[in-house]
C-alpha cells in the first residue's frame, strides 16, 4: 500500500512538473529567447529538468529510444548532452557546466598576469581532459576514446579522415607558402596599414545600412550593429544585435561585422528548417558562413563598389577593392580583440590547434607540454613572427570550452570553400549565385544551398585551389 501511495503522488507531482514546464515552454516560445548565449533556456533546464521526477522521465525514454521518431529521439539526445556535462562538470570541476564554462573564460581571457595563468591554465587543462574523454566516452559508447574517433562521431569519419590527411600530406607546402610570401614581401604592417579613410561613427551608419539592404533576406529578423567592448552576436526578440569590437580600423570592423552577420545568417537559416539539427551540425553551419561572408569582399568587386557609392568622396570601387585585398592579407592582428582577419594565419593558428589538440586528448603530451609547446609551433608554421603568443594560446584554449575539434572544422571549412576554384568568374564556385543576385539587386530570390553548409570530404584541389587564390591576392597587391 505505501509502495502504491508513493508511486501516485510521484505521478501527480509529474503531471504538476509537465503543466508547469508546457506553460515555461509556452513563454519561451511566445518571447522568442531562442538564442543560445540567452540565458533564460539555461535557467529554464535547470529549474525544471534536475526534479526527480523529469529524471524519471528522461531514464524511462533514454531506455525505450527505438520506440520513439527519429525528431524525438534527437530531442532525447539534447536531455541527455545536458545532464552528461552537468555530470561531469560537477565530478572534476565541482560546478554546474554553464558556470564552468563562463567562469573559464573569464579566467582565461581576462587575466591579466600571464604568468599567474599559466599554473591555473594547467589545472584547469588536465581537468578539461578528463571532462571531455568521460563526456564523448558515455556519449558515443566508446572505451577510453581517441581524437579521431570522437571527431568521426562529431562530423562523420569521411569528412574526417580526408581533411586530415590533407594536412598531413601537405603540411611542409602550406607552411613553406606562407614563409615564401607573407614573410619574403614588404607588406605594411597593422600599425601602418594604408586604410580608408573612414570613422568609427561612419563605418557604424555604413554596417547599418547595408543590413537594412538586404532586410528581405533576413526577415522577420531586425539588424542593429553598434561598437562595444566585445565583438558578439546577440538574439532578443526577433532582433540581432551586432556587437563589434572596439573601433581600431575600418577594414578590421568590415571583416569582423561580416563574420557577425554571416553567424546571424546561418541561426535564421537553421530556425526556417524543419528538420531538428544536432548541436554539432549547428555549430557547423555557423562557421561555414562566418567563413563564407567574410570572403564576399575578396571574391569580388561589387562590395567595394556598394562602399565607394555610400562614401561618396572614399574613391573608385578599384581602388578600395584593392585596399581591402591589401589588407586582408597585411594586417596582422588587432592588439584589443580575438579576431584575426588574415586567412592564411588564421588557417595556419587552426593548423597548430588541431595538432597540439590531438596530442593532448590522446594523452601523448601533458597539459604543461601543451602550453610550452606553442612557441616552438609558431616558430615552425610562422618562421620570424611578431604574433602574440600568449594571445593566440588563449585564443584556442577559448575554443577548447566550447568543444573538441574545432581548429579542423574552421580548416575544413576553409577548404571547402575552394572546391571547386575562386580564381576568377569563370569558375563555379559556391559564391557564384549570390554574387550575380546581389549584383543584379535581387537577393531577395536567393536562398543559400544546403549542400554549402554541411561537412564535405576535402580533396587535393580544394587545397591547391586555397594556395593559388592566395598566391593570386598577393600579386594583385604588389
Not at 564523448?136 to 580526408?162: D, I, M, N, R
Not at 526577433?238 to 561580416?258: D, R, V, W
Not at 564556385?429 to 564535405?456: A, G, T
Not at 570530404?457 to 598577393?474: G, P, R
Request: proline residues 3%; charged residues 25%; glycine residues 2%.
Amino acid at each position: 500500500m505505501k509502495y502504491a501511495v508513493s508511486e501516485l503522488r510521484g505521478l501527480l507531482e509529474t503531471m504538476e512538473l509537465i503543466e508547469e514546464f508546457i506553460h515555461a515552454y509556452e513563454i519561451m516560445d511566445k518571447n522568442q529567447l531562442n538564442d543560445p548565449e540567452s540565458k533564460f533556456p539555461s535557467d529554464f533546464m535547470d529549474k525544471y529538468m534536475k526534479s526527480q521526477s523529469s529524471m524519471m522521465i528522461y531514464r524511462y525514454f533514454n531506455e525505450h529510444l527505438d520506440e520513439l521518431s527519429h525528431i524525438e529521439q534527437m530531442k532525447i539526445q539534447k536531455l541527455s548532452d545536458y545532464y552528461l556535462k552537468g555530470k561531469y562538470a560537477n565530478k572534476y570541476f565541482n560546478k554546474d557546466f554553464k558556470v564552468l564554462q563562463k567562469e573559464l573564460k573569464e579566467k582565461w581571457l581576462e587575466s591579466l598576469n600571464p604568468k599567474l595563468l599559466e599554473v591555473a591554465l594547467e589545472q584547469d587543462l588536465d581537468n578539461l581532459r578528463l571532462f571531455y574523454s568521460s563526456y564523448y566516452a558515455e556519449k558515443f559508447h566508446l572505451f577510453t576514446p581517441k581524437y579521431q574517433e570522437v571527431l568521426s562521431c562529431l562530423y562523420g569519419a569521411e569528412f574526417v579522415h580526408s581533411c586530415c590527411e590533407q594536412l598531413k600530406t601537405h603540411h611542409d607546402k602550406i607552411t613553406q607558402l606562407y614563409k615564401s610570401y607573407i614573410l619574403s614581401k614588404n607588406l605594411p604592417t597593422n600599425a601602418d596599414v594604408c586604410d580608408l579613410r573612414i570613422t568609427q561613427k561612419q563605418a557604424g551608419y555604413f554596417f547599418n545600412y547595408f543590413v537594412s539592404q538586404i532586410r528581405s533576406l533576413t526577415k522577420p529578423y531586425k539588424f542593429k550593429v553598434e561598437f562595444k567592448r566585445k565583438s558578439k552576436c546577440v538574439n532578443i526578440n526577433h532582433k540581432f544585435y551586432l556587437q563589434l569590437n572596439t573601433y581600431h580600423s575600418f577594414s578590421i570592423s568590415l571583416f569582423e561585422f561580416l563574420e557577425l552577420f554571416g553567424e546571424a545568417y546561418a541561426r535564421i537559416v537553421q530556425s526556417r528548417l524543419e528538420s531538428e539539427l544536432s548541436e554539432e551540425q549547428k555549430n557547423y553551419r555557423i562557421y561555414a558562413c562566418r567563413y563564407y561572408v567574410t570572403l564576399i569582399p575578396l571574391i569580388s568587386i561589387d562590395f567595394s563598389n556598394l562602399i565607394a557609392k555610400y562614401f561618396w568622396n572614399i574613391g573608385s570601387a578599384e581602388e578600395v577593392h584593392h585596399i581591402l585585398l591589401n589588407n586582408f592579407l597585411a594586417i596582422r592582428r588587432n592588439p584589443i580583440s580575438f579576431s584575426n582577419i588574415n586567412l592564411l594565419q588564421l588557417f595556419l593558428i587552426d593548423m597548430i590547434g588541431y595538432e597540439l589538440e590531438e596530442k593532448w586528448f590522446d594523452g601523448e603530451i601533458t597539459s604543461r607540454e601543451l602550453l610550452n609547446g606553442w612557441q616552438s609551433m609558431i616558430i615552425e608554421y610562422f618562421g620570424r613572427t611578431s604574433f602574440n603568443v600568449y594571445e593566440i594560446v588563449l585564443r584556442i584554449f577559448q575554443r577548447l570550452i566550447e568543444g573538441i575539434g574545432i581548429p579542423l572544422i574552421r580548416i575544413g571549412i576553409t577548404l571547402t570553400a575552394f572546391e571547386r576554384g575562386m580564381l576568377n568568374e569563370q569558375y563555379d564556385h559556391p559564391f557564384k549565385m549570390v554574387i550575380e543576385y546581389f549584383r543584379n539587386q535581387m537577393l531577395s530570390e536567393w536562398y543559400p544551398n544546403e549542400d554549402l553548409l554541411i561537412p564535405h570530404s576535402v580533396k587535393e584541389d580544394a587545397l591547391q585551389y586555397f594556395m593559388l587564390y592566395i598566391v593570386q591576392l598577393y600579386h594583385k597587391i604588389l
